[in-house]
């Protein structure tokens, strides 16, 4: 059954074109002043929508009260309390009847009926009551055809952002009805909280459509990924990395900024820890704690090694994936002063993924004296390529004595002759070797001099 469109248009009366406008606003107004009488008065002129035979006849005062007294209010508090009072109590097919009337009036007078009406139609307990095809009509009398506008007041309008998406999700037809493009982008960190609430494929196809949209893919994927330091009490990370799993499938793959998303989106215990720990490798490392499970008394006895909090079954989703690790990542591990987390990816890395470790986090580390950090590296031997020797280097002097210690930079002079040695070294030897190699070798000799 459908909406039947045949408009009534509804003119004042005699009386009501003979007061003034200020007599009419004390008269009928709900937002003149705090009235109980006026507000029952217009509760029941529009509950007796819903009921009889659906062809319900106003008489001159109900004219007068809907025009000068219910149209008036823009959604508003008076106007949320005005739809709650019409329908309660009101079954499903009494909803119906009164918004067939909703849309067969017509108020020349009060033209922007239109548009508050609207508010009526994407009310939680309308959109159960009505089938798809009223919400076909709905779509094209009272929205011109805009769903996305449908949608938006619908959510702006709800209580609860929750409820009102298990009511747009009840059934098939309803999800392709408004969602059959998807969820989006503003909706779906909340359908994500509560996942169980709806279809998994749902949810999964509307993350999929939003990951290949270019212009929106990085921050659905950002957002994602968050998620996994800021689980829900409704669903364990357990279920999130199965939907994840479920979403980057078909050679689908996270952004590099998934790693940072997932690992530093919470925020971190700053405190050092004053005590050494035996890694295993005959070094003591100090290192920053990373959580307030590991650091449950307050002491700072031990760094942290949890994998709770390093989300270690996401690292390896990522690490199997072949995500690139970024610079932005390693920053913040040399921040943070951390060695149990770069221990745990280089020992479970598969074979052949490069942990990347770039000169950007070389200047954090010595910045802020992270010796744990500067322990993994020369432990090891990631502080063995000319790009990140360099960097030491070139920072040698605003190093601590104990950074010093631990990754033992060389005098400048003494690399000077280390390179003359190599350069000499490759100059007896040029005449076996390709040109454009001894070239290349030469560039990066004389770039390390510098």
């Given amino acids: 059954m459908s909406?039947?469109?045949?408009?009534?248009?509804?003119?004042?009366?005699?009386?009501?074109?003979?007061?003034?406008?200020?007599?009419?606003i004390e008269?009928?107004?709900?937002?003149?002043?705090?009235?109980?009488?006026?507000?029952?008065?217009?509760?029941?002129?529009?509950?007796?929508?819903?009921?009889?035979?659906?062809?319900?006849?106003?008489?001159?005062?109900?004219?007068?009260?809907?025009?000068?007294?219910?149209?008036?209010v823009y959604p508003d508090?008076?106007?949320?309390?005005?739809?709650?009072?019409?329908?309660?109590?009101?079954?499903?097919?009494?909803?119906?009847?009164?918004?067939?009337?909703?849309?067969?009036?017509?108020?020349?007078?009060?033209?922007?009926?239109?548009?508050?009406?609207?508010?009526?139609?994407?009310d939680a307990r309308s959109i159960k009551a009505m089938s798809v095809e009223h919400l076909e009509q709905v779509k094209l009398v009272v929205f011109d055809g805009d769903l996305s506008k449908m949608i938006e007041i619908a959510f702006a309008d709800a209580i609860s952002e929750r409820i009102m998406m298990k009511i747009m999700t009840a059934s098939e037809l309803k999800i392709s009805f408004f969602f059959g493009r998807g969820v989006p982008f503003k909706y779906l960190e909340n359908m994500i909280t509560f996942m169980d609430d709806h279809a998994p494929d749902l949810l999964v196809d509307s993350l999929v459509r939003l990951i290949d949209t270019p212009i929106v893919s990085g921050a659905v994927q950002d957002m994602l990924f968050r998620r996994v330091s800021n689980t829900s009490a409704r669903y364990?990370?357990?279920?999130?990395?199965?939907?994840?799993?479920?979403?980057?499938?078909?050679?689908?793959?996270?952004?590099?900024?998934?790693?940072?998303?997932?690992l530093f989106d919470s925020e971190l215990c700053h405190n050092w820890s004053d005590d050494y720990i035996d890694v295993g490798s005959g070094e003591t490392i100090v290192e920053t704690p990373f959580c307030t499970d590991c650091n449950e008394y307050g002491g700072n006895a031990h760094p942290c090694n949890c994998e709770q909090k390093f989300h270690l079954d996401v690292c390896d989703f990522l690490m199997e994936r072949w995500v690139k690790i970024p610079p932005s990542f390693w920053r913040k591990v040399a921040y943070h002063n951390l060695y149990h987390l770069p221990h745990y990816l280089h020992i479970n890395r598969p074979h052949?993924?490069?942990?990347?470790?770039?000169?950007?986090?070389?200047?954090?580390?010595?910045?802020?004296?992270?010796?744990?950090?500067?322990?993994?590296?020369?432990?090891?031997?990631?502080?063995?390529?000319?790009?990140?020797?360099?960097?030491?280097?070139?920072?040698?002097?605003?190093?601590?004595?104990?950074?010093?210690?631990?990754?033992?930079?060389?005098?400048?002079?003494?690399?000077?002759?280390?390179?003359?040695?190599?350069?000499?070294?490759?100059?007896?030897?040029?005449?076996?070797?390709?040109?454009?190699?001894?070239?290349?070798?030469?560039?990066?000799f004389k770039s390390g001099y510098a």
């Fill in 3 to 24: 909406f039947v469109l045949n408009p009534e248009v509804l003119t004042t009366t005699d009386e009501s074109k003979s007061m003034d406008y200020s007599d009419r």
């Fill in 27 to 72: 008269k009928y107004s709900l937002t003149y002043k705090e009235d109980q009488s006026k507000f029952d008065r217009a509760v029941g002129v529009l509950r007796a929508l819903a009921t009889g035979d659906g062809n319900h006849i106003w008489s001159g005062e109900d004219r007068d009260i809907f025009i000068n007294g219910v149209l008036p």
């Fill in 77 to 122: 508090r008076v106007f949320a309390a005005l739809k709650n009072a019409v329908f309660e109590g009101l079954e499903p097919n009494q909803i119906l009847m009164m918004l067939n009337n909703f849309i067969c009036i017509d108020v020349p007078s009060c033209h922007y009926f239109v548009g508050t009406r609207r508010h009526w139609f994407v």
């Fill in 236 to 262: 364990s990370r357990a279920e999130l990395l199965s939907l994840i799993k479920q979403v980057y499938t078909e050679g689908r793959k996270p952004s590099p900024e998934s790693w940072t998303a997932t």
């Fill in 352 to 444: 052949g993924f490069y942990l990347d470790i770039g000169v950007g986090c070389v200047r954090n580390m010595i910045e802020f004296d992270s010796t744990a950090f500067a322990q993994f590296l020369v432990q090891y031997q990631y502080n063995q390529p000319t790009n990140i020797r360099n960097e030491i280097q070139r920072n040698c002097g605003r190093m601590s004595s104990q950074m010093k210690a631990i990754l033992k930079p060389g005098s400048k002079k003494r690399q000077r002759e280390h390179l003359a040695e190599c350069q000499s070294l490759l100059d007896e030897n040029s005449k076996d070797m390709p040109e454009g190699f001894y070239i290349e070798m030469s560039k990066l």
